[in-house]
């Protein structure tokens, strides 16, 4: 006995479109493939390379300005590439969501990936070149006649502004909304880390105006010891978040600082020297190419012990340099130096675009997920304005009157308005 065959079921198929997209952005999964991945690179490193291009014609522009409109005079006065690059970013980003707006993308969309700066690829990847050039090409006569300043501004300024800015916010909480409720602690934990001041911009700022070289030092200076101050106290105040401690934290914060500037300091002259010792002991001189390479991993190793060791990876990679170019510089070959020389500067070039682009990018970023708060980014550029104030100028008063006396330089009026 045979039984029936099941009857086929008919199943709609749906009919092509008549003029379907030649690429389906919508469908795409950005970041899970290869071509996902290949596509992201490609969008990326076009901005990049836009970035560069806009860099080298506003400076192409300050060369001829005599011969410009009084538009473009004014563009080339006031525009500077730092600012042009953030503006391309935030262009960029604003393209991006509304296309990805318009299409109801997916969330593997394009822009999940350019609108999210990675704080971990920042650190690791494009911080060690910038740093490691500014102390590999740091002018020693000015900078370490400054380090009782650098040292003031750094540890006491940085302080009195985490403080004054914590402290501040605190007392503005009613105005942030129901929505956004921070606790005293997290406002002060949040002051820690704003009152440290960002080396990256600092320096593309102020070598493209050529500032005072006293100015650009001390600047420079408390911008990367304060890395440290920033860190400790930052680590100490989220112990606070949620729980409850005495007054003695306060000692062991002091302790974390010691242990985390000075052993920095330490780790960053031991590496300096072991490298130097290596291409003293070692002939390179038949493979050029192995010894550029093993001088340029320099710029990233200490900062990952460092960071390895709970230490300050900034702190680590400036005195580095420092060192290397006191001792291991004068051990390299003469292709050697000229080579490296440029390698550290392009590495840092490109490290310096590519924070920029990403800041610009990350604007929209912020308004996208929800994590935009108008208000709390007004009255914390007023606090932090305030903070930076109240530490600036007592601490510039009491350095000239102790530190700075007869034929020693003074911190002017004009510099202290600047810091």
Not at 82 to 96: D, K, M, R, T, Y
Not at 235 to 249: C, M, N, Q, R
Not at 259 to 288: A, E, H, N, Q
Request: aromatic share 12%.
């Amino acid at each position: 006995m045979s039984t029936p065959s099941p009857t086929p079921v008919e199943t709609e198929t749906e009919e092509p479109p008549l003029f379907a997209p030649f690429y389906g952005f919508s469908q795409h999964s950005w970041g899970s493939s290869e071509s996902g991945i290949s596509s992201f690179l490609l969008v990326y490193l076009a901005l990049l390379s836009l970035c560069l291009l806009a860099a080298y014609y506003l400076d192409h522009l300050k060369h001829r300005r005599a011969s410009l409109s009084p538009a473009m005079r004014f563009v080339s006065a006031y525009v500077s590439e730092s600012g042009a690059i953030i503006l391309i970013g935030a262009l960029a980003g604003a393209l991006l969501t509304g296309i990805d707006s318009a299409i109801e993308a997916d969330p593997d969309a394009l822009s999940v990936g350019l609108l999210q700066f990675s704080s971990t690829t920042f650190f690791l990847l494009l911080l060690p070149p910038i740093i490691f050039n500014s102390g590999y090409h740091i002018n020693r006569g000015l900078f370490f006649p400054l380090l009782p300043a650098i040292s003031a501004y750094a540890i006491i300024g940085t302080t009195v502004s985490a403080v004054v800015v914590g402290v501040g916010l605190s007392l503005c909480r009613g105005l942030f909304g129901a929505s956004f409720a921070p606790s005293t602690a997290e406002l002060l934990a949040f002051g820690a880390l704003i009152s440290a001041t960002d080396p990256v911009s600092t320096l593309a700022t102020f070598q493209s105006k050529k500032v005072d070289p006293v100015l650009f030092y001390l600047v420079f200076g408390e911008s990367v010891v304060n890395d440290a101050v920033g860190l400790v106290l930052f680590e100490t105040l989220k112990k606070f978040v949620g729980y409850e401690h005495d007054a003695t934290s306060a000692g062991i914060a002091l302790l974390d600082f010691c242990v985390i500037f000075f052993g920095s300091t330490v780790l960053g002259i031991l590496v300096g020297m072991v490298s130097s010792c290596l291409f003293r002991r070692v002939d390179f001189r038949p493979y050029p190419h192995l010894e550029i390479s093993i001088y340029v991993l320099i710029v990233y190793v200490p900062f990952i012990i460092a960071e390895v060791l709970s230490l300050s990876g900034i702190v680590t990679i400036l005195f580095t340099g420092i060192v290397c170019k006191c001792y291991a510089h004068q051990s390299l070959t003469s292709e050697s130096k000229v080579l490296a020389d440029g390698m550290f500067r392009i590495l840092a070039h490109l490290a310096e675009t590519t924070i920029f682009l990403e800041l610009g990018l990350a604007v929209f970023g912020m308004t996208s997920h929800g994590n935009f708060h108008a208000v709390f980014i007004v009255l914390a550029m007023v606090a932090c304005t305030v903070g930076r104030a109240l530490n600036v100028y007592p601490l510039s008063f009491v350095l000239n009157r102790c530190c700075y006396t007869g034929d020693s330089p003074k911190i002017p009026a004009k510099t202290q308005h600047m810091l």
